[in-house]
């Protein structure tokens, strides 16, 4: 079946400008997860939802970023008023309920910001 | 934020050979995970260890949970040339959601 995809693949903005990256999870999975992975680093935690609530959103590097998702599906990261720190590649993650469940991972948005 | 510390960096070896790898922390982990990443894609995950002390394996690939909750090791035996990538190991404590990695061991294999 489909997996985990993010769009746009490769995002290329002028500082100050505004991103949007978008998550299709996998059908049916309830919990979802966006990570942060910047050059020769892990993967680090932004935001987790579960259906349409945000039980943690402490990763989160400031109130530049945002996200939401809408019937339980479809999720978006914004990053207002992007700065060159910003770029790195943004991870979707889906699992079928949450906690003990897998994670599966998208193949990522490389976000550059010039 | 919290990162797990894991080694080597990176390693080179030679087909056929087996590989270690581990990850430690000063805390506490209620579940271990290892994840392979190709370029330009997303973590796969591996193995998941759940319970400590805990060895599973999948394939070539040996995976152990720590006693101490506190460390997690990878081995892949007689490596091939499609173990090339990325290999992050990852916590999730008690009563959370979200996971912790590492920065990852970069595995290059000679042929």
């Known amino acids: 079946g489909a997996g985990v995809s993010q769009s746009p693949s490769n995002k290329v903005t002028e500082k100050g400008k505004d991103v949007e990256l978008r998550c299709d999870p996998i059908s049916g999975h309830t919990a979802l997860y966006w990570y942060r992975q910047s050059l020769g680093q892990g993967l680090e935690f932004l935001i987790y939802f579960q259906g349409n609530s945000a039980p943690d959103k402490s990763g989160l590097p400031s109130d530049r970023f945002s996200a939401e998702r809408t019937g339980g599906s479809v999720s978006t990261l914004t990053i207002q008023r992007t700065q060159q720190e910003d770029s790195a590649v943004y991870l979707c993650a889906s699992s079928h309920r949450g906690f003990t469940d897998t994670q599966y991972f998208g193949p990522g948005t490389r976000l550059t910001v010039l | 934020g919290q990162q797990l510390n894991q080694s080597p960096q990176s390693m080179f070896i030679q087909e056929g050979e087996d590989v270690s790898m581990n990850c430690t922390s000063s805390?506490?982990?209620?579940?271990w995970l290892w994840y392979k990443q190709d370029p330009g894609e997303g973590p796969v995950l591996l193995i998941a260890?759940?319970?400590?002390?805990e060895l599973t394996s999948n394939g070539r690939l040996t995976a152990q949970f720590g006693i101490t909750r506190k460390d997690s090791f990878l081995n892949i035996s007689a490596s091939i040339p499609s173990d090339v990538g990325i290999y992050f190991c990852a916590g999730r404590q008690g009563g959370s959601e979200k996971l912790v990695f590492g920065k990852g061991t970069k595995l290059t294999v000679n042929p």
């Open positions: 805390s506490i982990f209620n579940t």
């Open positions: 260890l759940y319970k400590a002390g």
